[in-house]
Nanobody
Framework: EVQLQASGGGLVQAGGSLRLSCSAS????????IGWFRRAPGKGREGVSC????????YYADSVKDRFTISTDNAKNTVYLQMNVLKPEDTAVYYC??????????????????????WGQGTLVTVSS
């Protein structure tokens, strides 16, 4: 059974940093794509970033580019999202999700939640001004 566990959320002041972790189990952690999504209050789900083991590609939403970094530790079956220079508009529940066929993930669809097969529970990030 595929399981994803997101953690690392919390309350931080604007300009601060947080690192989210997505621990994965139940699948081979060398053939995957893991995406981070977020849902802000009153808004829809937004793709934040994605990393694919298929080609090593990483993808970012324009709103977080140059502030967030996605990375992976295959030995720990964990994907990280380092979030720097946080802004109040980054406040949201953050989710990680997995694609079991990473070859179908590309720059035109990595942000589409419908492409993802499995989802973890969210972790709340609150950025105060």
């Amino acid at each position: 059974e595929v399981q994803l566990q997101a953690s690392g959320g919390g309350l931080v002041q604007a300009g601060g940093s947080l690192r989210l972790s997505c621990s994965a189990s139940g699948f081979t952690f060398d053939d995957y794509a893991i995406g981070w999504f977020r849902r802000a209050p009153g808004k829809g789900r937004e793709g934040v970033s994605c990393i694919s083991s298929n080609d090593g590609m990483t993808y970012y939403a324009d709103s977080v580019k140059d502030r967030f970094t996605i990375s992976t530790d295959n030995a720990k079956n964990t994907v990280y999202l380092q979030m720097n220079v946080l802004k109040p508009e980054d406040t949201a529940v953050y989710y990680c999700a997995a694609v079991m066929s990473p070859s179908r993930i590309m720059y035109t669809n990595w942000y589409d939640p419908m492409e993802y097969d499995n989802w973890g529970q969210g972790t709340l990030v609150t950025v105060s001004s």
